[in-house]
């Protein structure tokens, strides 16, 4: 099918000039996305940093100071309840201090209004990587350092701390998402060894009313960079630092249902694929489920012949036959740089959203690559379009029912796309 989503933003908005946009979210109808401020050159800068939402028009609904005090890199990571009530939010205050924030619509604000409120704030030992929120708002996982911590709200507008899973002394817990029905969590971990290499786990968290109820860890010979799971929390995986995904699902025994990763004709000129920092996972185990991974493809051996290496993206189903479950390769695309996190999938599993783009040296915003915005049919892996910005691109998410889309960039922009309205005619072309 062609996509209904035109290539040009309805709207863009620069939340605030010289800060980046590290993360995004938006509502399964598309009727609000989230945004959050982020500066990532080195140490030693410090400034204020915000987290703002929007309407689908793109009125600012609020804007609200993660710090009463100047704090250093600022908002890493977002996510919003399906009905746009709670908003959370993650990142750096220092180098040795993380942050969590939840916030909500007040219970007793008058009718028609929107008065937003903190739920809880509170500190961590060290960056927080990913937030991540279930349907109602009432549970949030997030991770940082080695840890997955569990909040819930039940019976009061505040949020406490349930639960704390730990994944290793050396375990580094880069992403984690909740189901949701706030039952099911799944948590990325990586530990680095000699010469850059590394392993990693996967591990999946059931979760009851006061904290995790059980917990299933699963060891690969690769680090695993991000995870996803369904919204009905039955199909979950990751994708590897060798550029490989893994899948698992409620009616398959083994753990992990499969593993895919691509080679040869299956890759942009028979290049090698290494890791890979976007995982996206819809559908359900009772149906089809759809995965797709962004990755980098590795340098070839002359890159100055040929110094377009990219990077790739690459799409899968589970196949079911006899009983058993297979993973059934789809198609890959080569991208212009290797892949970042903003792989994304609606609930239909109808298209793929791409970012990429990459630093000259080390962290964002010094000496940057250009980035582009990708929109694939699923179906046939065609190009939709993409849509290419000054500097690199790192979140970009797709609601659920498909219709619109959300993208930022680290030139300071947000981007808005949807199926439903004509463009803003405030919008530049980007």
Not at 184 to 191: G, L, N
Not at 317 to 337: E, I, M, N, Y
Not at 344 to 355: F, I, K, P, S
Request: hydrophobic share 35%.
């Amino acid at each position: 099918m062609t996509s209904t989503i035109p290539s040009t933003p309805k709207w863009t908005r620069v939340p605030a000039a010289g800060k980046q946009i590290n993360t995004c979210a938006i509502t399964p109808d598309g009727h609000r996305v989230v945004c959050g401020t982020w500066v990532e050159r080195g140490p030693g800068v410090s400034g204020d940093f915000h987290v703002y939402c929007y309407d689908a028009s793109g009125d600012l609904l609020y804007s609200i100071p993660v710090s009463d005090e100047a704090i250093e890199h600022g908002v890493y990571w977002v996510a919003i309840s399906d009905d746009g009530s709670t908003l959370a939010a993650g990142g750096e205050v220092s180098d040795t201090e993380g942050f969590l924030r939840v916030y909500g619509i007040h219970p007793d604000a008058p009718p028609n209004t929107m008065r937003l409120v903190p739920l809880l704030a509170t500190s961590t030992p060290s960056r927080v990587n990913e937030v991540s929120l279930g349907a109602d708002g009432s549970r949030l996982v997030a991770c940082y350092g080695s840890t997955v911590a569990l909040y819930g709200a039940d019976g009061s507008f505040e949020f406490r701390l349930l639960d704390t899973f730990d994944a290793g002394a050396e375990a580094d817990v880069q992403s984690v998402m909740i189901d949701e029905a706030g039952r099911r969590a799944v948590a990325a971990s990586r530990t680095y060894g000699a010469n850059n290499a590394t392993t990693g786990k996967l591990v999946r968290l059931e979760i009851g009313s006061e904290g995790f109820t059980s917990h299933r860890v699963t060891p690969f010979d690769s680090g695993v960079m991000r995870v996803a799971i369904t919204a009905d929390g039955s199909a979950w995986g990751g994708s590897l630092h060798d550029g490989s995904c893994v899948c698992f699902q409620d009616n398959v025994s083994e753990e992990p249902a499969w593993r895919f990763k691509p080679t040869g004709d299956q890759l942009p000129k028979g290049q090698a694929i290494s890791l890979a920092y976007g995982f996206a996972i819809s559908g359900s185990s009772a149906g089809t489920v759809h995965v797709a991974v962004g990755a980098n493809l590795d340098r070839p051996a002359t890159p100055a012949a040929d110094p377009s290496y990219g990077g790739v993206v690459y799409s899968l189903a589970s196949k079911q036959s006899d009983g058993t479950v297979a993973s059934d390769f789809l198609w890959s695309r080569p991208t212009a740089f290797g892949v970042n996190p903003g792989v994304g999938l609606d609930e239909a599993g109808l298209h793929v959203t791409a970012t990429d783009g990459k630093p000259a040296d080390h962290g964002h915003g010094v000496h940057e690559s250009a980035g582009h915005f990708y929109l694939y049919d699923n179906a046939t892996g065609d190009l939709a379009w993409s849509v290419k910005t000054r500097t690199m691109n790192w979140p970009m998410a797709i609601s659920a029912d498909g219709h619109a889309i959300v993208g930022g960039s680290d030139d300071g922009s947000l981007y808005y796309w949807t199926a439903d309205a004509e463009q803003d005619a405030a919008t530049p072309a980007p």
